[in-house]
Every structure is written in C-alpha cells, then in structure tokens.
C-alpha cells in the first residue's frame, strides 16, 4: 500500500493525536488514540474506526467511536479513525482505510479489528479482505449491502449490528452480509433503533466493547 509518509501531530484535549497520512492519491487525515506507554500489549492491538458517506469523523450511537476509543486504551488497544478522502468513492474509502493498517503496521500493530458504520460497513469488509493478514475481526453497524460480497471470503470473525427501525438502510442488508459470512459470525438487531442507532447507544458500546475485547484480547 503506497503510503509515502505519516507526520503525527501533539495530542489535543480530546484524547487524540492528528495524523496527517500523505498517499500517492492524496493526503488522509485521521486521529489516533494510542494506547499507553509500556503496556505489554501496545505494539500489536488496534481498531480502525470506519464512518459513513458524511465523511470526517462522524460517529455512530451517540459518539461510541471516541468512547470506545477512550475505553479501550487501558487494555492497550490503540484505535485510528479514519476520514476518507472522498467518502462517497468506495474504492477509494477502501485504500484509505488500507492506508490506516499501513500506518498501524508501521508502528508495530499488526493485529487490528475494523469497525465500519453504513458505507463504512462495505469499506471495512473490502479491506478486510485485501488484507487478511492484519484483520481479526469485522464489525459492521447498519451496514449498506452494496459492495460487500467479499466478506463471503473473510475467515475473521464478523459481528453485524442493526437497528429494526432502520428507514435510511433497511435492517435485511445486515440479514443479507450475515448470510454470506463464514462462521464465526454474529448478528444484532437492535428493537426501535434507527440508522445512526442513537437509541440503543449503550447497547450497542457493550455489544462492540465486548466483542472485540474477545477478539483481540482472547486471541
């Protein structure tokens, strides 16, 4: 993956360092939350935060990326959220995600989970899937169908989180993915929630947290 280069910038308030990743096809930003110094496991462990076509660094169930972010710091998982380039081109969103294990891998993470909400769903499981090697694990939150064929290929496990009141994606997407996937997979539909699922958000930050809490710590 052609990532030329990656300048880190000082940690803001909110918990995170920019990062600034300069690709052959144009500059990615991103933020990174690294996990402590001197844990044991803070050379190996990651998550990569995947949004949706709104681009820049919206967040799902009610900010659960930069809270589980935080959370799972202490356990030595560093995590990288990812803006796209152009969050409307799903090949392109793909090579920047695949920038970000890139980065990832550079600093010693190779063992890395992707999370991906809506468009974010499908980018995730590609990237997956042209990277096996790095990807434990896939979790995707109200997950279009389109473009995610490929996870009938991946042999990481895979957790598929839907709201039943989803009007903007309809609920059969995730039911659909959740069909082509190898074992071991796991689907969540969540009663009254809707596409961002803001009404189930700390139903949905325990069902993430836990599962790749297994898939990375239990590993």
Not at 74 to 103: K, M
């Amino acid at each position: 993956m052609p990532l030329l280069s990656a300048q880190i910038g000082d940690t803001v308030d909110e918990g995170f360092a920019p990062v600034r990743l300069d690709t052959d096809r144009g500059t990615v930003d991103a933020r990174l939350y690294p996990a402590p110094d001197g844990h044991k496991a803070t050379e190996t462990l990651g998550v990569i935060w995947l949004g949706g076509v709104g681009g820049g660094f919206d967040s799902p169930a009610r900010g659960l990326y930069p809270r589980l972010a935080e959370d799972l710091r202490p356990d030595g998982i560093a995590s990288l959220r990812v803006g796209y380039r152009n969050p409307r081109a799903l090949d392109e969103a793909v090579y920047d995600a695949l920038c970000g294990l890139t980065f990832l891998g550079r600093m010693g993470i190779h063992h890395v989970a992707l999370v991906g909400h809506s468009f974010g769903g499908a980018v995730a499981i590609q990237a997956a899937a042209s990277n096996r090697g790095a990807v434990c694990t896939v979790v995707t939150l109200a997950t279009q169908g389109l473009g995610t064929d490929a996870v009938a290929d991946l042999s990481c496990p895979v957790l598929l989180v839907h709201g039943e009141a989803d009007e903007v994606l309809t609920p059969m997407c995730s039911i659909h993915v959740h069909r082509m996937a190898r074992e071991p997979k796991k689907l969540v539909l969540m009663p009254g929630a809707g596409h961002c699922l803001d009404e189930t958000a700390e139903a949905v930050c325990r069902e993430v947290r836990d599962w790749l809490k297994a898939q990375l710590l239990e590993r």
